[in-house]
């Protein structure tokens, strides 16, 4: 899990200026080719890598089963592309320091599937478990993922899935060689 981490946060380094000023800015950023309903698509070129990244479309936040307003930073919904590889990597980012510990859980019709945590970044444990999880929501209408963060806030992100095919395609094209 450690290279994959890795490799999540040099996808972060490469997302934080065009993400600075929340996906606004990432959608006015010179790497954005394309925009697939609900989903934009993103190309880097040093390292190459290509992504498909959403917003929620309804985040609630509770805290001892009452609904609380927090503050938190972007919160994305990423697929990533490497040359070479043609699964896609699933990561999230809930704006928040995840509780030590803790997965996110990710839900997708009738199937969850556990994102494990490191600091404000979760991932899938393995590129079978991405290849059943981007499936999933290529045949889903919405992902919703459920974390808590370090001071105990239980957040749910309700992700829209309009426009995801056509955006994993499109990364995935951008990224095949």
Same mark, same amino acid.
């Given at each position: 899990?450690t290279s994959r981490i890795t490799r999540g946060f *040099?996808?972060?380094?490469?997302?934080?200026?065009?993400? *600075?000023?929340?996906?606004?800015?990432?959608?006015?950023?010179?790497?954005?080719?394309?925009?697939?309903? &609900?989903?934009?698509?993103?190309?880097?070129?040093?390292?190459?890598?290509?992504?498909?990244?959403?917003?929620?479309?309804?985040?609630?936040?509770? +805290? &001892?089963?009452?609904?609380?307003?927090?503050? +938190?930073?972007?919160?994305?919904?990423?697929?990533?592309?490497?040359?070479?590889?043609?699964?896609?990597?699933?990561?999230?980012?809930?704006?928040?320091?995840?509780?030590?510990?803790?997965?996110?859980?990710?839900?997708?019709?009738?199937?969850?599937?556990?994102?494990?945590? =490191?600091?404000?970044?979760?991932?899938?444990?393995?590129?079978? =478990? =991405?290849?059943?999880?981007?499936?999933?929501?290529?045949?889903?209408?919405?992902?919703?993922?459920?974390?808590?963060?370090s001071r105990g806030t239980q957040t749910q992100d309700?992700?829209?899935?309009?426009?995801?095919?056509?955006?994993? =395609?499109?990364? *995935? +094209? +951008?990224?095949?060689?």
């Amino acid at each position: 899990m450690t290279s994959r981490i890795t490799r999540g946060f *040099a996808t972060a380094a490469a997302l934080a200026g065009a993400l *600075a000023a929340g996906m606004a800015g990432a959608q006015e950023s010179s790497n954005r080719v394309a925009a697939k309903t &609900d989903w934009s698509v993103f190309v880097e070129e040093n390292p190459k890598e290509c992504w498909g990244v959403s917003k929620p479309k309804e985040t609630v936040n509770t +805290r &001892d089963g009452q609904a609380v307003q927090v503050q +938190r930073g972007d919160i994305l919904l990423f697929i990533t592309f490497r040359p070479g590889n043609a699964t896609g990597e699933v990561s999230f980012t809930g704006g928040y320091p995840f509780a030590g510990g803790s997965t996110a859980d990710l839900v997708v019709g009738n199937s969850t599937y556990n994102l494990f945590t =490191d600091g404000e970044w979760a991932w899938s444990g393995s590129r079978d =478990d =991405d290849a059943r999880i981007i499936a999933a929501m290529k045949a889903g209408s919405s992902a919703v993922l459920t974390a808590r963060s370090s001071r105990g806030t239980q957040t749910q992100d309700t992700f829209s899935l309009l426009g995801f095919t056509a955006a994993m =395609d499109e990364a *995935a +094209r +951008r990224c095949a060689s």
